[in-house]
T-cell receptor
Framework: DAGVIQSPRHEVTEMGQEVTLRCKPI?????LFWYRQTMMRGLELLIYFNNNVPIDDSGMPEDRFSAKMPNASFSTLKIQPSEPRDSAVYFC????????????FGSGTQLSVL | KNQVEQSPQSLIILEGKNCTLQ??????????LRWYKQDTGRGPVSLTIMTFSENTKSNGRYTATLDADTKQSSLHITASQLSDSASYICVVRVSGGGADGLTFGKGTHLIIQP
């Protein structure tokens, strides 16, 4: 089991550019989550999918953020246009199903927007 | 509002010493509480889960306690090792909620010095 795989590990971009973060969940896991982590606010849930369907995106901060899950093994989080306040570590996590709250996290993407 | 407060924010101890991390929560109704360990540059990894009926649970040198009456949990680390240096995050699940019904603490940053 390779675990949750995220790419890239680090992303440095300039304000206004589009950023795409990628995630491959653990095979067989039906729920996928995107979190953002900052020192000030800790881990915040942005959006989650169940069986590839977005269930709740109320945590997405603005319309600049969007997420997709075209199939069970791939998800993207896109920020367009990016702003310096988007700088944070973005984690993808998966769980066996909605009722199993044990989360398996990827190693995260450290995003810096200059 | 459901909240999870952790203390201390940061802690430095010498290798071989013991320490205790605290987690207070206001999540209601309560389902379970999970402690995660997050190494630098990595995603959080589950250490242990505490349900309503459990008071104490050990996982190697880690011992978690739960007092559901006072809504407090602690994580005790015995004979600390350099590899224990990490952030420890307390996560509480609301009863009836799935993997999206989680409230995260901001974590305790633990540094073990040789």
């Amino acid at each position: 089991d390779a675990g949750v795989i995220q790419s890239p590990r680090h992303e440095v971009t300039e304000m206004g550019q589009e950023v795409t973060l990628r995630c491959k969940p653990i095979s067989g896991h039906n729920s996928l989550f995107w979190y953002r982590q900052t020192m000030m606010r800790g881990l915040e849930l942005l959006i989650y999918f169940n069986n590839n369907v977005p269930i709740d995106d109320s945590g997405m901060p603005e319309d600049r953020f969007s997420a997709k899950m075209p199939n069970a093994s791939f998800s993207t989080l896109k920020i367009q246009p990016s702003e310096p306040r988007d700088s944070a570590v973005y984690f993808c996590a998966s769980s066996r199903d909605y009722w199993n709250e044990k989360l398996f996290f990827g190693s995260g993407t450290q995003l810096s927007v200059l | 509002k459901n909240q999870v407060e952790q203390s201390p924010q940061s802690l430095i101890i010498l290798e071989g010493k013991n320490c205790t991390l605290q987690c207070n929560y206001t999540v209601s109704p309560f389902s379970n509480l999970r402690w995660y360990k997050q190494d630098t540059g990595r995603g959080p990894v589950s250490l242990t889960i505490m349900t309503f009926s459990e008071n104490t649970k050990s996982n190697g040198r880690y011992t978690a306690t739960l007092d559901a009456d006072t809504k407090q949990s602690s994580l005790h680390i015995t004979a600390s090792q350099l590899s224990d240096s990490a952030s420890y995050i307390c996560v509480v699940r609301v009863s009836g909620g799935g993997a999206d019904g989680l409230t995260f603490g901001k974590g305790t940053h633990l540094i073990i010095q040789p």
